[in-house]
C-alpha cells in the first residue's frame, strides 16, 4: 500500500511539472508572431519569475518520489 501511495504522490507531481513547462510553452508558442521581441521576453521573464518559486519544491519532490517508485 505504501508504495501506492509513492507512485501516485510521483505521477501527481510529473502531472504538474509537466503542465507547467507544457502549459507555459504552448499559451506563448501560439500567439508568439503578436508580440515584439521586447514583449515577448518581458511576458517570459513575468511568466519565469511566477513559477520559479514552486517549481523550486515541486522539481525536486518529482524527482525524489520518481526515484523512490523505481
Given at each position: 500500500?505504501?508504495?501506492?501511495?509513492i507512485d501516485f504522490i510521483g505521477l501527481f507531481?510529473?502531472?504538474?511539472?509537466?503542465?507547467?513547462?507544457?502549459?507555459t510553452w504552448f499559451?506563448?508558442?501560439?500567439?508568439?508572431?503578436?508580440?515584439?521581441p521586447a514583449e515577448f521576453i518581458h511576458i517570459g521573464k513575468v511568466i519565469i519569475s511566477n513559477v520559479?518559486?514552486?517549481m523550486r519544491f515541486i522539481?525536486?519532490?518529482c524527482l525524489l518520489f520518481?526515484?523512490?517508485s523505481i
Open positions: 500500500m505504501k508504495t501506492r501511495w507531481l510529473l502531472l504538474l511539472v509537466t503542465g507547467l513547462f507544457w502549459g499559451a506563448l508558442s501560439q500567439s508568439i508572431s503578436g508580440f515584439s520559479a518559486w514552486p522539481l525536486p519532490g520518481m526515484l523512490l
